[in-house]
């Protein structure tokens, strides 16, 4: 299982957590943000793959921000993914 933090942009939370085992998302967190939405969001995509989320979720805008807590958790978990392949490349 790898571990990776997420520093989010231009939203209310600030930070998603997230663990991989290979490209299947488990145990997502937000600090801050819409306590209800971001309660939710983690039980709905435990389990979906890294392809999954993106396709479902990037893009999503919240209000007038370029982006949102679900289009940042797609960004969050590419930036993931990346992160496993090059630490077991070295």
């Known amino acids: 299982m790898f571990h990776y933090d997420y520093k989010t942009e231009n939203t209310c939370s ?5 663990d991989l085992d290979g490209e ?10 819409c306590n209800g939405n971001l309660k939710a ?7 979906w793959t890294v392809k999954q989320i993106e396709e479902k979720l990037s893009g ?11 289009d940042q958790l797609a960004k969050a ?6 992160a496993e392949q090059t630490a077991s490349e070295g």
């Open 60 to 70: 999503i805008l919240c209000g007038r921000r370029p982006t949102s807590c679900a």
């Open 41 to 47: 969001i983690p039980i709905l995509v435990d389990g």
């Open 77 to 82: 978990v590419r930036a993931a993914y990346c």
């Open 24 to 33: 299947v998302v488990h145990n997502v967190r937000f600090l801050g943000g």
């Open 14 to 18: 600030q930070l998603i957590s997230l």
